[in-house]
């Protein structure tokens, strides 16, 4: 079993248009996480959710919104998408209490032409 | 601004000898590091950690030394293997959250 996946694992899509990751964990981890790795593998943290809830907002534009439909999903939708969304996506996990280690997803990889 | 830095992007080792990885930081509130192992089309896997109260923590080939005073930590793997190769990132965290504070990354190449 796939502790942490995502889907897709690739997307291509054109300029302007919307798309979602999807990410889900079986670990029974309380938090989850979105992370991006740009073209200059540039890892960052975009959004963090602890029990459904928005808990880290980083600088991310507002075309990029996050949902977390219950504890083990944690969706990443992006409105208008820009050349400059092109990225790999990570989804991570791990616990509130113990904020040490986070376990990745293997990630998608989002082209957009 | 970034917090952590990985000068080497690159580094290559015979195998059986160490691996040393380095990684350097400039935010004094971290509390808390991380390596990570990172092989091409998946995600990072946790290697190893240290508290920011220790300087050294060991796990079997893999150890982390960590100089609070310079604001460094490295990564020990010795006897590197062909298996090793991978990308490593550099993590920290703190200040606040459990966000994760990543370097660029060091490609280590263990050779024959």
């Known amino acids: 079993d796939t502790a942490v996946s995502q889907t897709p694992k690739y997307l291509v899509t054109q300029m302007g248009n919307d798309k979602s990751i999807k990410c889900e964990q079986n670990?029974?981890?309380?938090?989850m996480y979105w992370y991006k790795q740009d073209s200059k593998k540039f890892l960052k943290i975009m959004f963090s959710?602890?029990?459904?809830?928005?808990?880290i907002n980083e600088t991310v534009p507002n075309r990029f919104s996050p949902k977390s439909p219950d504890k083990a999903h944690l969706n990443l939708h992006i409105n208008s998408l820009e050349l400059g969304d092109s990225a790999v996506y990570f989804c991570?996990?791990?616990?509130?209490?113990?904020?040490?280690?986070?376990?990745f997803g293997p990630g998608t990889r989002l082209t957009v032409l | 601004d970034q917090q952590v830095k990985q000068n080497s992007p690159s580094l290559s080792v015979q195998e059986g000898r160490i691996s040393i990885l380095n990684c350097d930081y400039t935010?004094?509130?971290?509390?808390?590091f991380l390596w990570y192992k990172k092989y091409p089309a998946e995600g990072p896997t946790f290697l190893i950690s240290?508290?920011?109260?220790?300087d050294k923590n060991e796990d079997g080939r893999f150890t982390v030394f960590l100089n609070k005073s310079a604001k460094h930590l490295s990564l020990h793997i010795v006897p590197s293997q062909p298996g090793d190769s991978a990308v490593y990132f550099c993590?920290?965290?703190?200040?606040?959250?459990?966000?994760?504070?990543f370097g660029t990354g060091t490609q280590l190449k263990v050779e024959l």
């Open positions: 991570a996990t791990g616990l509130a209490s113990r904020s040490d280690t986070q376990y």
């Open positions: 670990l029974g981890h309380d938090t």
């Open positions: 959710y602890n029990n459904k809830e928005l808990i």
């Open positions: 935010n004094s509130m971290f509390d808390y």
């Open positions: 240290i508290s920011s109260i220790k």
């Open positions: 993590a920290a965290k703190g200040g606040g959250g459990n966000k994760l504070t």
